[in-house]
């Protein structure tokens, strides 16, 4: 057996190579793991970015629009004649008269407690004069002492009133110059009002976090068990300009909603957008907010008229919408066509038939005629509403045949001229009749239901 080789002691081993393979790994991983969370998954906030970017640039393009169409001559007369009222403010008439008001008002709080104590003291004096009368013994000197009360309840209240005209007086000059220092400070105010307020704007959106913007719309749906549940809604995340008028000519998705008066009724903030334009309301990267990535996903986002076609998911039983024309379109050429009458639509299970009843078309037609109209509708009337069902010859004459037996007159004989009427099967009829429907819109035979549903007759 060859000699085994004898163990390297650990402290004297070397696993630098390895060391630095697995660190490369681990920092290049590291590297990976950063750049996909910051810029990979999380494209909205290059979105917001850009967004506060934008807006700041039109706000500061517009305060410099709104300072240019500023009067600067006006301002300036204003700004002197400020200047000038408010020196006035530091005149010796107006600091005496200040001080005096104050003096006064001091005096007047004397006084007025003076004058509340003498009525209490005037209101027990009384009541021990009044008692010792009713007692029989009436007291002279407290009758004396409520007269003296008395007439200090007068002094007091006669040095109230000289007091309160005093600093009337005072009030008078001070508002002098007040009152125009006020004025001009409001007319300055006025003028750059829309400035100060555009300011205030640029200070907010420079502050403008980082954040993503969520609606939670609680007990909005249903799982695929009936459970109801929650819809979450970020799309204000990327789209941050939807409701702002200076954002009306920006990209997308900083762009303002073409229809703000939709969203007076229907506010972003508490509604959210997948209500309308559907999609994936948790996504943060364009492709899955859209579903066009998600190939799994069964309500894509809608664009241009597309999304009135969610209007019904709400107002199922209105017709008509004011500010959603095609809707209103649809919804008229729903009713229009009768397509309730073969489909089960929401909130038009209650209209009538458009079509008459067909109990009595001996009294009315021929049956050669009833043949032809059958077997092709649009070629007697291109604007029919009735469709065409690639019937047969056979068919045709066996649904005639039925209708005619539904009139009770089943006595006639023709010759079968081309395209028309030679006989038929009335039991292949019916069955024709309620197989491709044709009850969908008329009333056949004893079929009181539907008869009674419509409730109006056609002629």
Known sequence: MPELKTEIPVEQRNYSKLYLVFSSILFLGTIWAVWDEVKVRRPWKEYQD?????????????????????????????QEQLAKAQAGMKSEEYKKAVEEKEQF?????????????????????????????????EDEKLRQEVAKHDADIAKYAKEMESLNEQIAARDTIINKYRDEVMKLQAELNSIVAQVNALDLKIERARKMPIAVKQVMLNDFEFTPFQ???????????????????????????????PLPELLAKHNPESFGCTPCHRGQGPALTAGFAHGDEDHYWETP????????????????????LKHAPPFTRAKQLVIDSGCNACHNIKGFEDLPKIGPPL???????????LYRWVKEPKEY??????????????????ITAFLVNVGKSADFQFARPRGSYAGGNPTTGKRLVETIGCTACHVVGNDETVRKARGTTYD
């Not at 819809?231 to 941050?240: A, E, K, L, S």
């Not at 076609?309 to 199922?316: G, I, L, P, R």
């Not at 009337?381 to 066996?398: I, V």
């Open 227 to 257: 459970e109801v549940k929650a819809r979450i809604d970020r799309c204000q995340t990327c789209h941050g300009g939807w409701g702002d008028a200076l954002m009306e000519d920006a990209p997308q998705p900083h762009t303002k909603h």
């Open 381 to 398: 009337n291109p604007h029919t509403r009735m469709p065409s069902f690639k019937l047969t010859d056979e068919e045709a004459e066996a």
């Open 50 to 78: 850009e967004y506060r970017t934008l807006l700041l640039q039109k706000l500061d393009s517009l305060k410099q629009v709104t300072l240019a169409e500023i009067d600067s001559a006006h301002m300036r007369e204003l």
């Open 301 to 320: 986002i809608l664009r241009g008229v597309d999304v009135y076609a969610t209007c019904n998911s709400c107002h199922w039983n209105e017709s008509v």
């Open 359 to 369: 109990n009595t078309l001996n009294a009315k037609v021929q049956p050669d005629w």
């Open 105 to 137: 008002l001091r005096d007047l709080d004397i006084a007025t407690r003076e004058w509340r104590f003498a009525r209490s003291r005037s209101d027990a004096a009384y009541y021990q004069y009044q008692k010792s009368k009713i007692e029989g013994k």
